[in-house]
């Protein structure tokens, strides 16, 4: 009957949604089930998408793209030009691929600034505990509570529109977020055996939390960091509508210079816009992938 | 509820709430370059320039100019546009509204359809239902508001001519035109919204509908629906309206993009137009006031789950 309410114990319930706050999943079906699946479909088609945009990164500007044509300005997808142009003639398809560099080496820096940002913080702070990590942990919690859109704005309009200042003001945004997972799994790990064995054999802060914490928090990293990519990505885009974005063509540039043009050609934004979603969709996606893999969750304590 | 945790909770509010502003006052004088200059633009004279100095007191140190600026916020006074002279307090007095008006109306959307649809595929678990109603709010929480944006603005504002691309109509002047202004908008913020809270009372629901009274509640023979929306919603509605709460504050000053896409005339669309003409007194006390905001929404959430639960009290 529609009536019976379905429970846990009937195997009906996905898995990573009855994960209680401590404590493992300890139904024995679902732990199975997350072993035995392999990569899904939506995992490849996100894999794949994600390949795409790595070659345009890399290899974009030898593609053999269509070059810039005035009888095609302003019109929606043709032959020659499948996703149309935008009011100059200039291809949006070709304008997109162009774009996809800037944005790309954004994102990975920044992720990369912000994973040895947030890393160490996170270590120290979860490693040693006591006032430390109240310091620390505060630091990452007033970060949080500023508005961050606005912060990065005006880092970004103050101290001048390059390349290295986007990045300053988006690792400002995604370090408290790197930082406070690290925190909570330091913490769990920083009481293990095998912690306190490093320890008692005279291994040093140091190298108790790059040899033997790091390694097992790196997972939970890494599938934040996925999420944080993609928060990146967007935020490039958010930037370049505020007029605060990076300089050259960008996918969030791309939007910024044709939303007035909106209403007599929607194409030029439309396809930048799609580019970002898919991207998000696809990080967000494997990032959920690997905390599934590797059980991963923020509220350790 | 001892009075010393009162006091210790107020004491730990007033220290967050001034490290706070000091931030937000540092952020914009730790900024590299001459303030001068930068509201100069090249084209004062020395006059000019000696009269900015005096009213932003750059002789004074940092932490003198941070204490004036905080007791002029105290008493109501949030400093002034340099290029119009405008009050700061006057501009929050129209902003703030519009901004409230877009946050509560993104609140209530999201919950009205994010709550039945969360009874729902907590009582569906594992349905064909429940797997695509899954899929679909995953699909919205990756979607950013400002992608979502462009779309409704290409199809039902420039496409289907439903509703403007964009502008503001006061309530008072005409309530229709009012809400066809704010649909959009509303709409932009309030899918991931849904996402984020459908999910979160769907994961509580499933929880709490294996309580013990529920199977009590279902062998007295009650309805179904009874015990979903009476028995089982009350419980679990309780983390939702927190989350929720913390958004309030996350948008209020979080909602720039859709402000300036959309044309409307609040906190977002303020800050964003500090930014671009350099107002900084102005921009400080905006990213003050949004700070201040969040922290004291937090503190009450906070403190009023210690009142109905004095587990976190003593924990």
New interface residues.
Partial sequence: M??E????A?G???ER??ETVEGLPTDPEHVKARRRRGLGLTAWLALGWLAVVALMAIIGPYLPLPERDVSCAREGPAAGHPLGCDQRGNDNLTLVVEGTRPTITLAVAVIAGAMILGGIAGLVAGYFRGRTDTALT?VLN?ML???????A???V???GQTFWNVALALVIVATPLLGRITRANTLTFSEREFVLAAKTLGAKHGRVMVREILPNVLPAMFSIALLAI?IVI?AE??LA????GLTETSWGTL?AEN?GQ??RN?WP??VP??V??FT??AF??LG?VVRERFDVRESAL | MSWRYVGRRLVQLVVVLLIVTFFSFMLINLLPGDPVDNLCTGVCDQEQEAQIREELNLDEGVVQRYFDWLGGILTGDFGRYYDSGVQVSQVLESALPVSLQLVIYTQIVALVIAIPMGVLTAYRAGTVFDRSSNATAFGFLALPNYVLAFYLISIFALGLAWFPPGGYVYLSDNPIEHFKSMFLPVMALAAGQVAVYMRLLRSDMIQTLQEDYITMAKAKGMPPRRVLFRHALRPSSLTLLTVAGLNVGTLIGGAVIIEVLFELPGMGTQIFLTINNNEYVALQSYIAIIGVAYVLINFSIDFTYSLVDPRIRHG
């Fill in positions: 529609a009536d309410i379905p429970t846990v009937d009906a319930v996905e949604f009855v505060n007033i509570a500023l508005p961050q859109l606005v912060l704005m005006a880092i309009r103050f101290m993609a967007v885009g958010g509508i505020l007029n605060v939007i939303r909106l209403r929607p934004v439309i816009v799609t970002i979603f998000v969709l967000n996606y959920d």
